[in-house]
């Protein structure tokens, strides 16, 4: 079975979410076509294009990749309270070692504003890994969650 990631899900929604947007301002705009110049559809479009811009709405609303950090934030909060039994494994992109790692999810201690923090009891040190380098989540040798 096919399964989308999670950039895709969140990309189709807002374009589903932004065609319906169009359509309402159309809608509106029908309505006004007794006013010069808005009776074309195009100048519509351009207007109510230029209406969500100018409110900084289309940014917020429909940032394709924008919240996919408090996705990443979700998946890590349920492996964090599911990862006791040991069957996650999370895989994160380490720049320094130039290749990704894999961890099992008992190591994460805590949670904190985007960033997982494994306890390193060897060297008694924390280790702080940001959510955003989290590609993969396996469970049992699957894939539970993908970036």
Request: charged share 30%.
């Amino acid at each position: 079975m096919f399964k989308l990631r999670e950039q895709d899900k969140h990309f189709l929604w807002s374009l589903w979410a932004g065609i319906g947007v169009i359509f309402v301002w159309k809608g509106l705009w029908e309505g006004l076509y007794e006013i010069p110049y808005l009776g074309n559809e195009w100048v519509a479009l351009f207007v109510g294009l230029a209406i969500l811009t100018f409110s900084g709405m289309i940014f917020r609303e429909f940032d394709p990749l924008g919240s996919l950090e408090g996705s990443i934030n979700k998946v890590m909060k349920t492996v964090k309270t599911h990862s006791k039994d040991g069957t996650f494994i999370v895989k994160y992109y380490d720049k320094f070692q130039k290749k990704e790692i894999k961890l099992p999810a008992r190591y994460i201690s805590k949670l904190d504003k985007g960033t997982l923090i494994i306890e390193d009891k060897r060297n008694k040190e924390e280790i702080f890994i940001p959510t955003h380098r989290v590609t993969e989540v396996l469970r049992n040798g699957k894939t539970y969650w993908k970036m």
